[in-house]
């Protein structure tokens, strides 16, 4: 899961994040947004002169105001990153004098954002101003303009709502698309009707943080396919390090062409092209230890203008941080090296060999893989459509299997989703792909005394982007979100959203 430092970003935007502890609810928001240039209200982003800028990317704020002057305005906030959002900002009260065009806009604590509205120039010039004992001391310069290249739904609006301001879930049977999936209804498998909506609700309330698609599908059948925010199934989302797990697919096939394959064996072993690498720190490392993440490798070598070659050959030149197989270390040098050892297999990059053996025979093809001078990620920024995520759920359930085609060995899907090491008291590892037992213990409430937890294993991302399988339900669970915030957890909420809400519906 690649990470944004938001501790870091909370403390540089302090008179920003104001204290308001609930997400915004869609019930105040039009349901048409435009423009009115001689009001306040409307959709503004910071300008570019006063974004907040980290050291890898730029922060913007975004305001939604709404409401006639005359009455009570509300508004609401976010950060975006690169015009998608990233982060909620919490206001929670806003003033405008109609007469001097100042707005004051203060969160419970008594932080401050005070600009003036600009009408000519359709502007808001202002300042962030932190509660100091009982004065206000100024922080930032803060600018908005209008944010007419922003979508107001994408941004704030889960559903829209009813003409009364009202959010009623309507369950719909999936639609029946060319690509191969069959759908049905889910109260073909859940007769429980008012835990499924009850369950909408609290997603559409956000109380598992900020869901943007929730795919659901059982005995084979695509049987619930919910989009929110404006997303749709034709658009792709960056899965992150979802991505990790795909690489080992792939590498399952690759491998499958060694003969006499031993994850035991060294790398060196297996690859006697790096042997002038070898040192008494990592020539114990085996193939295993990549597939586990007990290399002993730390974050951070260089990938930029290397071919994937290049990449292993950097990586291998790396200090160790622990003795291969002395403990679990996530990082993204080990799936790197699964796409490196795949070049050198194939000649091909890990794009173009996932493309020809995974992807073409399951269908999948609107999919962006970002990569560094032609040499894809094979730690994240794969961006995937939500169905397609359901696809790569499916073949791993079914033991490398599609349409009969078996695509991934079966006994490498085996080895991939057994817990190989224990990642923590909550999780354990296989190849890529995260395990989560009865064994494993819950960091959330303690689950009632009734529940019955499934063993599952799961492809997960940063923000919140999810693959889950549960294999004595032949059930498969996918999500895509932006819950990037760590410090308020709601990215890891889907896992109790799954134990406990969604599996119960089909036992």
Known sequence: MKKVNFAILSIIISGLLFGCNKNPTANQYKTQYKVNYVTIDGLWKCTSETNLKLKDLTIEPVIYISGEIANKLSVEGCFTWDGQFRDYWYLEKIVYNDKTNEIKIQDKEGNMYIGVFDKKKQRINGMVYSQDEDKLVPEDKLDFIRASDLNLERLFI???PHEDGSIQYSYQIPDHKNDELQTSSIFNYCNDTSALYNLMNEIIRQEFGRLESFLIMKDQKLILEEYFFNYSSSDMHNIFSCTKSIVSLAAGVAFKKLENLNTERSIFDIFPEFDSLKNNANQDITLKHILTMTAGFDEGNEYKNLKPNEVVANILKSPLISKPGEKFSYNSECPYLLGGFIYEMSGKNIEEFTKENIFNPLGIKNYNWKSLNNNPDCASNLYMQSRDMIKIGS????????????????????????????????????????????????????????SKEHDMFLALGYGGQYIFIVKDLNLIISMTSSDYNEGNGMAFKKIPLVIEKIVPLFE
């Open 395 to 450: 073949l791993t359930l079914n033991n490398g299997k599609w349409k009969e085609q078996q695509i991934v060995p079966a006994e490498w899907i085996s080895e991939s989703i057994q817990p190989q090491i224990a990642e923590s008291d909550f999780f354990d590892y296989g190849y890529q792909w995260w395990c989560r037992s009865k064994s494993n213990k819950p960091w959330w409430k303690e689950p009632s005394e009734n």
């Open 158 to 160: 889960p559903r829209k």
